[in-house]
């Protein structure tokens, strides 16, 4: 390899020879793609089973959630990620609100200034009950952009998102800003809180809900058991709000609830 | 709400099935899912951390280049 090198450098092939250096520096593991799958499963009451600004029901329902996901490496600074998702809501009571979706995405990142930078693409099915009338068909274009800070046992994980839905039901279509502030304390090596605040701005662009605009506000604070590496379970209440310019779309929402998080 | 748009949603929603959802249906496309994805979003920021157990023991066992004998 370095006698190539030498030859490359001699030739002036600047080019080969960067891509010589990286051959041999990068440890071949690192480009093969990898399968992966994150399971979770939440139990979760909710003191407004239906999203109402008035007439709130409380309920408890469960939620399922796949991910069957590939990782690899297109070049030593861009990582891709195919996937496949799907996840419903079942209630026991308010079963007018299940709902289910199934989606297909690719999401290319690449590190800039430390953070993690990913343009995605999301093609996504939304069905009423659990996988029963097809609601709409969406594709979402998303670019985020998110980095750890840690102190000591503290870190927190600043997360913006931009997206965009395209939708075939016009009132479906809109832009999407969120932007998160996940925050984990380490109690011991098993135990951390944690919490998930965030705000997320809509701007609906299209039909019926042309020039609705929403802001969702959501504050948790949990208690994280990690049972092993790849196994997680999290205790949490969360609170979320909803303000828009249509006055029939503001609602408030409790939630409490353990989900359980497996990766393999 | 414009009145053509009213009026060709309920005309779709005549129409019946999961091609042409009713009217309220329609109006509320922009809620349906909300839950889910708000609660995938949640899901995201725990599942960062995780770690798959067959990358965490390769690892484990991959020798570290500091240990390679020449």
Same mark, same amino acid.
């Given at each position: 390899?370095?006698?190539?090198?030498?030859? %490359? #450098?001699?030739?002036?092939?600047? &080019?080969?020879?960067?891509?010589?250096?990286?051959?041999?520096? !990068? /440890?071949?593991?690192?480009?093969?793609?990898?399968? #992966?799958?994150?399971? #979770?499963?939440?139990?979760?009451?909710?003191?407004?089973?239906?999203?109402?600004?008035?007439?709130?029901?409380?309920?408890?329902?469960?939620?399922?959630?796949?991910?069957?996901?590939?990782? @690899?490496?297109?070049?030593?600074?861009?990582? =891709?990620?195919? =996937?496949?998702?799907?996840?419903?809501?079942?209630?026991?009571?308010?079963?007018?609100?299940?709902?289910?979706?199934?989606?297909?995405?690719?999401?290319?990142?690449?590190?800039?200034?430390?953070?993690?930078?990913?343009?995605?693409?999301?093609?996504?099915?939304?069905?009423? @009950?659990?996988?029963?009338?097809?609601?709409?068909?969406?594709?979402?274009?998303?670019?985020?952009?998110?980095?750890?800070?840690?102190? @000591?046992?503290?870190?927190?994980?600043?997360?913006?998102?931009?997206?965009?839905?395209?939708?075939?039901?016009?009132?479906?279509?809109?832009?999407?800003?969120?932007?998160?502030?996940?925050?984990?304390?380490?109690?011991?090596?098993?135990?951390?809180?944690?919490?998930?605040?965030?705000?997320? !701005? =809509?701007?609906?662009?299209?039909?019926?809900?042309?020039?609705?605009?929403?802001?969702? =506000?959501?504050?948790?604070?949990?208690?994280?058991?990690?049972? %092993?590496?790849?196994?997680?379970?999290?205790?949490?209440?969360?609170?979320?709000?909803?303000?828009?310019?249509?006055?029939?779309?503001?609602?408030?929402?409790?939630?409490?609830? /353990?989900?359980?998080?497996?990766?393999? | 709400?414009?009145?053509?748009?009213?009026?060709?949603?309920?005309?779709?929603?005549?129409?019946?099935? %999961?091609?042409?959802?009713?009217?309220?249906?329609?109006?509320?496309? &922009?809620?349906?899912?909300?839950?889910?994805?708000?609660?995938?979003?949640?899901?995201?920021?725990?599942?960062?951390?995780?770690?798959?157990?067959?990358?965490?023991?390769?690892?484990?066992?991959?020798?570290?280049?500091?240990?390679?004998?020449?």
């Amino acid at each position: 390899m370095r006698k190539l090198n030498a030859l %490359a #450098s001699a030739f002036g092939l600047l &080019g080969m020879q960067h891509a010589l250096a990286a051959d041999e520096a !990068a /440890p071949e593991a690192v480009h093969r793609p990898q399968w #992966s799958v994150l399971v #979770s499963f939440s139990p979760t009451y909710t003191n407004n089973a239906q999203f109402r600004r008035d007439d709130r029901r409380r309920d408890v329902y469960a939620e399922p959630d796949v991910l069957l996901r590939l990782d @690899g490496k297109l070049t030593s600074d861009i990582s =891709y990620r195919l =996937y496949g998702r799907s996840s419903f809501d079942t209630f026991a009571q308010e079963q007018i609100g299940n709902e289910t979706f199934a989606l297909l995405g690719a999401r290319l990142t690449r590190n800039i200034l430390d953070w993690r930078t990913s343009v995605s693409y999301e093609h996504r099915f939304e069905f009423a @009950g659990v996988y029963q009338d097809l609601l709409f068909i969406a594709d979402d274009v998303q670019i985020s952009t998110m980095r750890d800070f840690s102190y @000591g046992p503290f870190t927190i994980s600043p997360t913006a998102q931009l997206s965009y839905r395209f939708a075939d039901v016009p009132e479906a279509r809109r832009y999407r800003l969120d932007l998160l502030l996940p925050f984990e304390a380490r109690i011991t090596s098993r135990w951390s809180v944690v919490s998930t605040p965030f705000v997320e !701005a =809509y701007w609906f662009t299209d039909g019926l809900n042309e020039g609705r605009q929403d802001i969702i =506000y959501s504050t948790s604070l949990g208690l994280r058991y990690s049972i %092993a590496n790849n196994i997680s379970l999290t205790t949490s209440a969360s609170y979320e709000w909803r303000t828009s310019n249509v006055p029939l779309r503001h609602y408030r929402d409790l939630e409490i609830g /353990p989900r359980l998080d497996m990766a393999f | 709400m414009k009145p053509i748009m009213i009026a060709a949603a309920m005309a779709a929603g005549l129409l019946g099935g %999961a091609a042409s959802p009713s009217l309220a249906q329609r109006s509320e496309a &922009g809620d349906r899912g909300l839950r889910l994805e708000n609660n995938a979003l949640r899901t995201d920021v725990r599942r960062e951390r995780l770690k798959k157990p067959s990358a965490a023991a390769k690892a484990k066992r991959r020798p570290k280049l500091s240990d390679r004998k020449e």
